[in-house]
């Protein structure tokens, strides 16, 4: 696998369920695993999840925003 410096790491590829309720994405992705030296639950987010959505970034939060790419959706809007 390809990290954000550039290098290579050895890892180990998976087929997994991805679930985010409040996204409404339940889809079957493929998800690398990488010996880490302090396990965590922590996990990065690839091309093939981020293609289903527009990433907005708040700086002075630090929080990411994900929406869903298509036409909005107003049915939820009269309450």
Do not use: C, K, Q
Request: glycine share 8%.
């Amino acid at each position: 696998m390809e990290v954000a410096d550039g290098s290579r790491i050895p890892s180990t590829i998976y087929a997994a369920r991805v679930t985010i309720p409040e996204l409404g994405f339940n889809d079957w992705e493929r998800v690398a695993a990488i010996e880490m030296e302090h396990p965590s639950n922590r996990v990065l987010l690839g091309r093939s999840f981020l293609r289903h959505f527009i990433t907005s970034y708040n700086g002075r939060d630090a929080r990411f925003h994900y929406h869903r790419l298509g036409p909005p959706i107003y049915e939820d809007w009269d309450g």
